[in-house]
């Protein structure tokens, strides 16, 4: 298997629509156990020149910041909402559907935007949501509502994200972030507003089910 020229192709040929486990009213483009792509190891994926497919998988933490913002619909509705690290385009799908006025989803890799676009189109919500290809750390994005799933899991990745999110949260965005209690997430710095019990597949991360928070930022 190698890249295809056409993103969008290249997406069709080695994922599934399918519902996202714990929020069933979105579905996206993943792999599974039924796509080559699940298969691949990491080296593998380097010898073809692509990145790891984060995009390709409704993580634990993004699972339940999708699912509170649907069943909370009132904090982001009518505002601005900045999905940073958006992969899949999960949590932004879930912000758009839960009525917010215009979603920004970020993220680093070509195939995430074009996966994003591809699932907004897929649930109805493409006109909501602008994929953008940078690194917005360090930057102020002025929207009123952050929002970030799995993203500290690396120490380094960790420590920039966490003085960035803080810094909007002072300068007064609503930062709100899901994650499953990977190693570098800064607990002094959350306050927990929700707690679930959310399906994963055990060859993604080690257990069929993960207790995933949704967090807020306080400091």
């Known amino acids: 298997m190698i890249a295809s020229p056409d993103p969008l192709a290249f997406i069709r040929a080695n994922t599934r629509l399918l519902p996202v486990p714990y929020a069933p009213e979105i579905v996206l483009h993943v792999a599974d156990e039924a796509t080559d792509l ?11 020149g692509l990145p790891p497919p984060f995009w390709a998988f409704a993580w634990a933490g993004g699972q339940a910041l999708a699912r509170y913002v649907l069943d909370n619909p009132a904090c982001v509705a ?91 949260h002072a300068r007064g965005a609503t930062v709100l972030v899901g994650d499953p209690g990977r190693s570098y997430l800064p607990r002094e710095r959350l306050t927990v507003l929700a707690t679930y019990a959310v399906p994963v597949s055990r060859s993604l991360e080690d257990a069929e089910i993960k207790h995933s928070s949704v967090w807020r930022f306080i400091g």
Do not use: M
């Open 78 to 168: 009518g505002r601005r909402v900045l999905d940073f690290a958006s992969g899949s385009g999960l949590v932004a799908i879930a912000a758009a559907k839960a009525g917010a006025s215009h979603v920004t989803a970020s993220d680093l890799d070509a195939l995430a935007l074009s996966a994003i676009g591809f699932n907004a189109a897929a649930n109805g919500v493409a006109d909501r949501i602008e994929a953008v290809q940078a690194d917005l750390i360090g930057s102020d994005p002025g929207s009123a509502i952050v929002l970030a799933a799995d993203i500290f899991y690396e120490c380094d990745l960790a420590a920039r994200v966490t003085a960035w999110l803080s810094g909007l």
């Open 38 to 48: 699940w298969q691949k190891t990491e080296d593998e994926l380097d010898a073809i």
